[in-house]
């Protein structure tokens, strides 16, 4: 039987950590090592994003992370051993993104449980 984009997210799911957006917004006051990383494209991320965040689009997410590409991201290289938060909208691209990090090497991964809409559903704080 064929798999669904579903099925790719739960399995994902199965295999990461997610974080809450109370625990984040914790960790962001607190932890000065922690890296945020939207994975949404670059109009979302224009439209709203959570403070400090890079965009990292899931599309190049892979090329990003590889310290032996010409598109690789220097942040997002240089955090393989540090706190990573990963994000999109609703939570599963981020999910898929941080299994993929996990597969690269990246220690300490985790995924925004439900994403940009449960962040700005809290009224946590939004940059533009």
């Known amino acids: 039987m064929a798999k669904t984009l579903g099925d790719f997210i739960a399995e994902a ?3 990461i950590q997610e974080i ?3 625990s984040l917004e914790d960790w962001s006051r607190g932890r000065d090592d922690l890296l945020l990383v939207d994975v949404r494209e670059p109009e979302e991320f224009q439209a709203g994003h959570l403070p ?3 965009l990292v689009p899931r599309g190049t997410l892979e090329a990003a992370a590889d ?3 010409r598109h690789r991201h ?3 290289c ?3 051993c540090r706190p990573v938060v990963l994000y999109c909208a609703s939570g599963g691209r981020s999910a898929l993104a941080a299994r993929t990090l996990q597969d690269m090497g ?3 991964v985790y995924s925004l ?3 940009m809409d449960v962040w700005e559903a809290e009224g946590f704080p939004v940059e533009e």
Do not use: H, N, Y
């Open 113 to 115: 449980a439900g994403g």
């Open 74 to 76: 220097p942040l997002l």
């Open 52 to 54: 400090g965040a890079i």
């Open 20 to 22: 809450d957006a109370d």
């Open 106 to 108: 990246f220690e300490e």
């Open 67 to 69: 310290p032996g590409t």
């Open 13 to 15: 799911r199965r295999q």
């Open 78 to 80: 240089d955090a393989r």
